[in-house]
């Protein structure tokens, strides 16, 4: 198996799943999360999401989350925005490492309900929004494609499509002088699968051989381990994940975009391949447990359940 | 990605999910879980365990879920045992289409764990078994290795361990006249990673190349599926699962042996990557949400809450 030997994991617990969650969870709890993931050396860890309180009431006070987390050196904090009012809020707080990022979802409807935005108008904003990164000196970094793999409600997403996005935010990014670090390709509401992967990833990478893929995947439907799997033998090396799976509850009847892939699941399954994290997976298991107590309802993570077994070995050679 | 055409997947859900529930589940429930099953379309169900009452209570009802069901044509319904009196009860129900397997465990302390047996005493089980299924005019069909991947008591399995096991199982076999059909290696506590997978299959396969495997895997930290892939990806093309993922159930605190990958997912992976499978998907997603109706607790299954992509891509088209 040709796999890389590190990879880089973004933990966006704290933001997929305090937007997702039902149930009032106190800015307390948010503000514990955060802290104890800032235990466990990510490189990156997404906060909180400025979006509009009338849409997101469960995110009303990213403000308070944002001032009430304790910053730890080595760990870069992000959030999350649709809008330049968002950025604006978020710029405001002066509490966050911010880059900037311009992107677009692949399917129109689903444009529409997660932004309120035509798929043509997301390139509007996106000039908007390379205007006020270079007013705020934040660096433009990242172009992003959502519901890059399919939608509910408009189907399969034609990968030759999503390329074209991806190129014109690219050529939007390098006229602006950006140096653009990361193309990101959502799996929004869980419809990739090993396949389909590897043929929009190897289209990606045949079209920006330089560039770097960071891979935003959902567990919808179970598929998530083996997508990464196929997704970094072709040498991917770029996640994003949450802790316990927050941000999608199995068991809420829900439908639709749900249930990142479980971070330390994920970091599990590389220490099992031999590949490097530098995630602290002793205490990331805790934080999952206490993120099921958060929440106050079981998550899907199975190694806070099954055990690390590095534990295991370290027990039977004791034995 | 080379991959088979088709798979044949066998329903281990009954037997294993009301081995491993602790709550009291009816006779009656069980029987209707297996009626269920069988509007699916599996070539096997596997119906229920002839164990020990006084070390699997759960089982005492085993003799009336077999006389219970409704037998459907096309469907093999078959049982574990652990021991000749175990079979001679199965035997007796005269409702199961039995073939015969000998088989031993790869870890010394789980051996003694699952059956009261050393590794050498399964072997002198296995001759005991021999004899008996000649006398019942039971087929020798399956030849098995569990712990195949690992052990919680004793660590990581020699694979090259797992292989001499398998030889002497197969010379006994041989010199019984038997015909072998499958080598099923079981990764019983969730060990296996894509690449201990591909490890021991090639080495199987190398050893017996003309020799059916079947993999029989448990989800305990959650690479079920991608490891499912790795198998299918040399070949292999015969599964065991549990609908909804009926025989571990991570909320409950335990550790060890636990969770068997989830056949509604392992189905609709198939499906997304053209492989045909047989299996009512439709159906099963229904059986699966009335398994967790029966057990009374939320059980693994993704598919059966993030629903199959088919029925989204069909909505999509008529919208």
């Given at each position: 198996m040709n796999l890389p030997k590190k990879i880089t994991i973004h933990e966006v617990g704290p933001r997929e799943g305090m937007q997702f969650e039902k149930g009032p969870?106190?800015?307390?709890?948010?503000?514990?999360?955060?802290?104890?993931?800032?235990?466990?050396?990510?490189?990156?860890?997404?906060?909180?999401?400025?979006?509009?309180?009338?849409?997101?009431p469960q995110m009303a006070?990213?403000?308070?989350?944002?001032?009430?987390?304790t910053r730890k050196v080595?760990?870069?904090?992000?959030?999350?925005?649709?809008?330049?009012?968002?950025?604006?809020?978020?710029?405001?707080?002066?509490?966050?490492?911010?880059?900037?990022?311009?992107?677009?979802?692949?399917?129109?409807?689903?444009?529409?309900?997660?932004?309120?935005?035509?798929?043509?108008?997301?390139?509007?904003?996106?000039?908007?929004?390379?205007?006020?990164?270079?007013?705020?000196?934040?660096?433009?970094r990242t172009v992003n494609v959502i519901a890059a793999f399919g939608c509910n409600f408009e189907?399969?997403?034609?990968?030759?499509?999503?390329?074209?996005?991806?190129d014109r935010l690219m050529n939007m990014a390098n006229e602006s002088g950006a140096s653009i670090e990361y193309i990101q390709l959502a799996d929004t509401m869980g419809w990739a699968n090993p396949r389909s992967i590897r043929d929009l990833v190897g289209k990606v990478q045949k079209?920006?051989?330089?560039?770097?893929?960071?891979?935003?995947l959902h567990d919808t439907r179970g598929l998530g381990l083996?997508?990464?799997?196929?997704?970094?033998?072709?040498?991917?090396?770029?996640?994003?994940?949450?802790?316990?799976?927050?941000?999608?509850?199995p068991y809420g009847g829900f439908k639709g975009a749900a249930g990142n892939i479980v971070t330390e699941d994920l970091v599990h399954m590389c220490e099992e391949l031999?590949?490097?994290?530098?995630?602290?997976?002793?205490?990331?298991?805790?934080?999952?447990r206490e993120a099921e107590r958060i929440v106050g309802h079981p998550l899907p993570g199975k190694v806070m359940?099954?055990?690390?077994?590095?534990?295991?070995?370290?027990?039977?050679?004791a034995a």
């Amino acid at each position: 198996m040709n796999l890389p030997k590190k990879i880089t994991i973004h933990e966006v617990g704290p933001r997929e799943g305090m937007q997702f969650e039902k149930g009032p969870i106190s800015t307390e709890a948010k503000i514990q999360l955060v802290d104890m993931l800032s235990e466990c050396n990510f490189p990156e860890i997404e906060v909180t999401s400025f979006v509009s309180p009338k849409w997101v009431p469960q995110m009303a006070d990213a403000e308070q989350v944002a001032t009430g987390f304790t910053r730890k050196v080595g760990t870069q904090y992000t959030c999350i925005y649709l809008n330049t009012q968002g950025a604006a809020r978020a710029i405001a707080t002066g509490r966050f490492d911010l880059e900037g990022w311009i992107g677009t979802a692949a399917s129109q409807i689903f444009s529409k309900k997660n932004s309120n935005r035509t798929i043509e108008e997301n390139f509007v904003e996106a000039e908007r929004r390379i205007v006020m990164f270079k007013e705020h000196n934040i660096p433009l970094r990242t172009v992003n494609v959502i519901a890059a793999f399919g939608c509910n409600f408009e189907g399969a997403v034609d990968p030759d499509k999503v390329v074209l996005y991806v190129d014109r935010l690219m050529n939007m990014a390098n006229e602006s002088g950006a140096s653009i670090e990361y193309i990101q390709l959502a799996d929004t509401m869980g419809w990739a699968n090993p396949r389909s992967i590897r043929d929009l990833v190897g289209k990606v990478q045949k079209r920006w051989p330089s560039q770097r893929i960071n891979l935003h995947l959902h567990d919808t439907r179970g598929l998530g381990l083996a997508n990464v799997l196929a997704a970094m033998e072709m040498g991917v090396d770029d996640f994003d994940s949450a802790v316990a799976g927050l941000g999608g509850c199995p068991y809420g009847g829900f439908k639709g975009a749900a249930g990142n892939i479980v971070t330390e699941d994920l970091v599990h399954m590389c220490e099992e391949l031999g590949i490097e994290t530098g995630v602290d997976l002793d205490r990331l298991t805790e934080v999952a447990r206490e993120a099921e107590r958060i929440v106050g309802h079981p998550l899907p993570g199975k190694v806070m359940n099954g055990g690390r077994l590095e534990g295991y070995r370290a027990r039977a050679q004791a034995a």
